[in-house]
């Protein structure tokens, strides 16, 4: 049976309710073929809320815990969610109450970035399967716990970079191997775009319907910011990851999914900073040029949040060159063109769509238990996460890095110095063992 038509097969055997068998899952609580499975949801605010509704929308689904630190915000989303579905989901402040609640089979996470790790870890060590936001981690050793502990219990993990289970890109896909660019070697992905200033307010009172302890997890303690709270978080290197983790994760993600490049990179070098927004209160760079090198290929990153003007029309999107021609993707469509600049062959899908398609795609590997089933597991996201890590560290250290990827480190002590953090009290990375 084909991967597509056994994922068909899964698809209509889930929506009927029938024998599929029961999850091999070693902890939590078994998933009979005829149950629904039962998915708390951590972060609601913006993305998540988004991802819920898809969640939501699975007829074998239902959204049972609805976790989020805000209080208005969780209660608007329980509210929510009661009026579409009529369940009323348990609203809970602390993901950990929902750790050793057996009746939850998994757990969707788009928290901001500095949360995204810890909670796969936590979810995987309490018998969980887990579907995460991109990226998969803050930080390579984040990342790379995360893994362990998915492996070592067996869980299934699927990574929000949805395009992944995109039919165009499944398309795209098929053609370069199939030999219609040739020989492939150089992959190009950009974001260019005119972002607005990072200016944060002063800091000043947590509202009382917020717990912001919770909020800040492994961080170093912080005082309340309102704006890093309401969104800069992404913008500041204790929290978030910056545009490269943002969205190039997804642009260098489908670069490595057409050109077939399941491993990491050999080494990475970056140029670039803060050329624009000089005097902002943002951390990360505005510009970056990031190479990402392979024994026989090359990714490279360009990044100009300062700049309307396209590449190729697209305001993000890659490029990908072969010998006798090249293609450009962008978030919903692919084009291949000859040497001459002749379109020779194209295809496109609904981004919508894909996200769908993702959940289902993570819902039926809770089902099969079948790690291989999935279109962006754990390990395959944590690659294209850690690229964009490694990239960031590149950058601040302004060396070209020889990685390891056995060890997941660098041949520069600096460098090896920015894999990870120490957590705050409290909010330890755990020890996979």
């Known amino acids: 049976m084909s991967q597509n038509t056994r994922r068909t097969f899964l698809q209509q055997t889930a929506a009927l309710g029938v024998g599929i068998g029961v999850s091999a899952a070693s902890s939590g609580r078994a998933v009979a073929a005829n149950d629904k499975i039962s998915v708390a949801c951590i972060g609601v605010r913006g993305r998540g809320n988004s991802v819920m509704h898809s969640f939501a929308a699975e007829p074998d689904c239902v959204i049972t ?3 989020d630190v805000n209080e208005p915000v969780r209660k608007q ?11 009323m989901p348990k ?37 969980k399967d887990v579907y995460v936001e991109k990226p998969a981690s803050h930080n390579i050793v984040e990342g790379k716990t995360a893994v362990a502990a998915a492996r070592k219990h067996n869980r299934m993990v699927q990574v929000g970079t949805q395009i992944r289970s995109a039919a165009f890109l499944h398309e795209a896909t098929e053609f370069i191997r199939s030999g219609g660019l040739g020989k492939v070697i150089y992959g190009k992905a950009w974001e260019t775009d005119r972002n607005g200033e990072v200016r944060l307010a002063p800091n000043g009172t947590p509202p009382s319907g917020l717990d912001y302890n919770i909020w800040q997890g492994p961080v170093a303690e912080r005082p309340f910011n309102a704006s890093i709270v309401g969104g800069a978080w992404r913008w500041l290197f204790d929290y978030g990851t910056g545009d490269l983790g943002n969205d190039g994760v997804h642009r260098i993600d489908y670069c490595r999914a057409v050109m077939g490049l399941d491993e990491m990179p050999q080494s990475v070098s970056c140029a670039g900073g803060k050329f624009f927004f000089k005097d902002d209160d943002q951390e990360w760079p505005d510009t970056m040029l990031v190479n990402y090198e392979y024994p026989d290929k090359i990714i490279q990153y360009e990044m100009r949040l300062w700049s309307r003007p396209k590449l190729f029309g697209a305001t993000e999107g890659a490029a990908i060159y072969g010998e006798t021609g090249w293609m450009l993707l ?33 819902l039926d590997a809770i089902r099969s238990r079948k790690r291989e089933s999935l279109n962006q597991e754990l390990y ?54």
């Open 65 to 67: 815990h609805l976790c």
């Open 77 to 87: 989303r329980g509210d929510e969610m009661k009026q579409k579905t009529g369940v």
């Open 91 to 127: 609203l809970v402040n602390d993901f950990r109450e929902l750790l050793d609640d057996k009746s939850i089979d998994a757990f969707m996470v788009a928290t901001p970035d500095h949360w995204h790790a810890l909670l796969t870890i936590h979810g995987c060590l309490a018998g």
């Open 330 to 362: 962008t978030n919903s469509k692919w084009t291949a063109y000859d040497a001459a600049g002749k379109i020779i062959k194209e295809g496109g899908s609904s981004l919508a769509q894909a996200q769908q398609v993702h959940i289902r795609n993570f």
């Open 380 to 433: 395959s996201g944590h690659v294209s996460s850690l690229m964009c890590h490694a990239g960031n560290i590149a950058w601040r250290t302004g060396k070209k890095l020889r990685l390891d990827p056995q060890t997941e480190s660098f041949d520069d002590p600096a460098a090896n110095k920015l894999l990870g953090r120490e957590h705050r009290k409290g909010f330890e990375l755990p020890k996979i063992v």
